[in-house]
C-alpha cells in the first residue's frame, strides 16, 4: 500500500529552521544595537558568557536527575532534527495497526504472539521503517498488544491502562521541558550575578581613567543584557518547541492506543484505523482521498 505524493512531517524542526530563527534574533538585537551607534565589540566579553553559561549549567545539572537529563538532550535533539511523530510516521503506525488488524480477523488474537515476543523478527513491523526502529513505539507497541491476546480485557479497563502508561510518558516530558524553562527563568538571574561582579571589579579601578571605568561598567551592563537574551531569545523558545513536539508525540500513542483498544474491540480493519485517525492531530492526520487510497 502506498500513499500518493509526499508525507512531511508536520513542525519542521529541522536545525536550519533554529538556526535560522536564532540568526533572526541575533541579527534583530545587533542591528538595533547598531543603529543606535553602538559598537558590536562593547557586546564582546568572553568572562560574561562563561560566568552565566557556566552557573546556568551547573544549576541545570543540580536540578536534574539523570533521567531528566537524558529527555531534556532528547528533546533538544528532537528540535534540531525535527520530530519522529509527523505524518510520516502516523500513517506508518496505521497501516502497521492496520495489518494487525487483518491478521487478527484472520487468524485471532493468538497470532500476535510471535510479533509481540519477538518483534525484531516481525515481518509486519519490518515492513514500517518509521515504527520497527523506533524503540519507544515498539516497547509501547508490543506490551499493549501483550495485555489482549488472551482476550479476556475488558476495552474500559485496557484504554484505562493504556492512559496510565501515556500519562507517565506526558510526566517525563514534562519534567525535561520545565528543566529547559526553569533554566531560562533563571539566566537573567545570572546576568545580575554577572553584572555584580562586574561592578566589583570596576570598583576596585574607581582611582583610574574615565575610559577605563567606562569600560568596566559597560561589560558589567553587557552581563545583564546576554542573561536576558539568553533567556528569552533561545532557551525558553527551545523549552517551547519541546513543548509542543511532545504534545505532537502524546497524540501518536494516544492514536495507536485507541487502535489497539479497537482491536480489542474486534472492530474490523478499517473502522481500527478510522478510529486512530480522528485522534491524531491535523496536521499528521492523511486526508479522506490518502485514507482510500491506503485502506481501500
Known amino acids: ?37 553602538g559598537k558590536i565589540g562593547a557586546l564582546i566579553h568572553i568572562s560574561e558568557f562563561i560566568t552565566i553559561g557556566g552557573a546556568a549549567f551547573g544549576a541545570l545539572i543540580i536540578m536534574s536527575p539523570p533521567k531528566v537529563m537524558k529527555d531534556l538532550i532528547r528533546g533538544i535533539l528532537q528540535v ?8 510520516a510516521t502516523c500513517v506508518q503506525m496505521l497501516q502497521v ?15 500476535l504472539d510471535s510479533h509481540v515476543t519477538n518483534p525484531d523478527q516481525s515481518e509486519i513491523l519490518q515492513q514500517y521503517p518509521r515504527i520497527y526502529n523506533n524503540h519507544h513505539i515498539r516497547h509501547f507497541l508490543c506490551d499493549s498488544l501483550s495485555l489482549i491476546i488472551d482476550g479476556t480485557v475488558e ?9 496510565e502508561e501515556i500519562q507517565v510518558l506526558e510526566r517525563e516530558h514534562h519534567a525535561a521541558v520545565m ?8 539566566l537573567p538571574g545570572f546576568g ?35 542573561g536576558i537574551l539568553m533567556a528569552y531569545g533561545f532557551f525558553a523558545p527551545v523549552g517551547a518547541r519541546m513543548e509542543a513536539l511532545g ?13 489497539i483498544v479497537a482491536i480489542n474491540d474486534g472492530s474490523s480493519p478499517k473502522d481500527v484505523v478510522v478510529r486512530a485517525r480522528r485522534i491524531i492531530g491535523t496536521d499528521c ?12
Open 97 to 111: 495497526m492496520y495489518a494487525f488488524a487483518r491478521l487478527v480477523r484472520q487468524n485471532g488474537l493468538l497470532a
Open 285 to 296: 492526520r492523511p486526508t479522506q482521498s490518502e485514507m482510500k487510497e491506503l485502506f481501500g
Open 155 to 163: 476495552s474500559n479497563q485496557l484504554r484505562k491502562w493504556l492512559e
Open 80 to 87: 534540531l532534527k525535527g520530530s519522529s511523530y509527523g505524518k
Open 192 to 226: 545580575i550575578v554577572a553584572a555584580v561582579l562586574g561592578i566589583v571589579v570596576t570598583m576596585q579601578a574607581i582611582g583610574g581613567p574615565v575610559e577605563t571605568i567606562g569600560y568596566k561598567v559597560g561589560a558589567a551592563l553587557v552581563g545583564t543584557f546576554l
Open 179 to 186: 528543566t529547559m524553562l526553569r533554566t531560562a527563568d533563571s
Open 1 to 37: 500500500m502506498k500513499l500518493a505524493g509526499p508525507i512531511w512531517p508536520s513542525y519542521p524542526g529541522t536545525i536550519v529552521v533554529v538556526i535560522i530563527g536564532g540568526i533572526i534574533v541575533l541579527s534583530a538585537v545587533v542591528v538595533g544595537f547598531t543603529m543606535a551607534g
Open 247 to 259: 504534545e505532537q508525540e502524546l497524540l501518536f500513542f494516544r492514536a495507536l492506543s485507541e487502535a
